[in-house]
């Protein structure tokens, strides 16, 4: 390692440690001693970074830089979490070669090293990573395969892949947690919205046709008839917001909406906070829209989210579109449950 990259090396180091302190992300080690560097020379262009691109049998993603931060250009510029795109550069300059494994073309299919759109190998199962700068030049290119987790090591590094460089036959094993994502969710904050159950007061259903209805928090009634309730139905229900998370997203205008009245979920919390989920359905998937009002002290917290979220559509797990579509009768003690009482 010259001067130089120690020195450059030693800056990334000291950034990254402050940055993984913040965000729990893997810590940056320096290139190991004894190997070749999996991408010689990246180290000197980190700051003339400006695009990655992952292509896979899943499709392709581009991570620009977009002014401080970076967005996923495949889902209409939505951000990127910047922690995410901070490990895989550090994996990548922190990445070397421990030994050279088969050079024959036909044996790659074996570690998962057929580039996705390989004319020579259809449905190859590689992850091709290509990192730019703003020209469009290559700065650092490879095919990424099977994922190894017993390497060892002194410094508990164990993780390593089987990599290949573009236009060459020759597979090597390197040393690294380099393994970005294929699908946009491992890229972004999974976050949409978190609001502790014990805040919320009272969770409202308005759906597309029929009448609303209203679940209250404890000691309140959960229905306002004080019909008998499943407790544990009812506790689904208050923790709708206690951690909402994304499967994919997109910009508002770029899925055709369908119900001229869809279903809205409206949470409101004991002070005074209402989030608003808006229910879409789209391809055999359930999308929503976020909204957020709040007066006085929570003005600023309703503000947060709504600049977060205003203008996107998410698409959520099934386990939180089944709790959206609750039915007053999914509430209900069944009778069984009463004879047992």
């Known amino acids: 390692m010259t001067p130089k990259t120690f020195i450059v090396v030693g800056a990334i ?112 199962r590689g992850r091709e990573l290509t990192v730019q700068d703003t020209s469009g030049t290559t700065l650092a290119a490879l095919v990424i395969g099977k994922h190894r987790s017993d390497l060892g090591g002194t410094g508990g590094e164990e993780e390593g892949i089987y990599v290949r460089r573009p236009g060459e036959n020759q597979t090597w094993l390197a040393r690294t947690g380099l393994f970005p994502a294929t699908k946009p969710g491992g890229w972004v904050n999974p976050s949409v919205v978190a609001i502790d159950s014990a805040r919320v007061a009272r969770v409202t259903f308005r759906p597309s046709d029929g009448p609303s209805f209203t ?11 004080n019909a008998p309730v499943d407790e544990g139905a009812v506790r689904r229900v208050l923790a709708l917001l206690s951690g909402v998370t994304l499967d994919d997203v997109r910009k508002g205008n770029a899925i055709p909406l369908g119900a001229a009245k869809p279903p809205r979920v409206e949470v409101s919390t004991r002070d005074g906070l209402v989030v608003t989920l808006t ?63």
Do not use: C
Not at 215 to 225: G, K, R, Y
């Open 13 to 124: 180091t000291m950034a990254s440690l402050v940055a993984a302190a913040g965000a729990g992300r893997p810590v940056f080690h320096p290139t190991e001693e004894g190997g070749a560097a999996v991408f010689p020379g990246l180290v000197d262009t980190i700051d003339s970074i400006a695009r990655l691109t992952i292509r896979s049998p899943e499709g392709s993603l581009t991570i620009e830089r977009s002014g401080s931060g970076w967005s996923l250009k495949e889902r209409d510029g939505y951000p990127v979490d910047g922690a995410i795109v901070r490990t895989v550069i550090v994996e990548m300059v922190r990445a070397v070669l421990l030994e050279p494994k088969t050079a024959k073309p036909e044996r790659h299919a074996l570690l998962d090293l057929v580039a996705p759109d390989d004319p020579a190998v259809p449905k190859g």
């Open 215 to 225: 679940v209250n928090q404890p000691p309140a009634p959960a229905l306002s008839d």
């Open 279 to 341: 229910v879409h359905e789209h391809d055999k998937a359930t999308w929503i829209a976020v909204s957020a009002q709040g007066t006085g002290g929570l003005k600023a917290e309703a503000d947060t989210i709504n600049d977060r979220t205003g203008g996107w559509l998410y698409r959520i797990p099934a386990h939180t579109a089944a709790t959206l579509r609750t039915r007053r009768e999914d509430l209900l003690r069944k009778e069984a449950d009463e004879d047992a009482s």
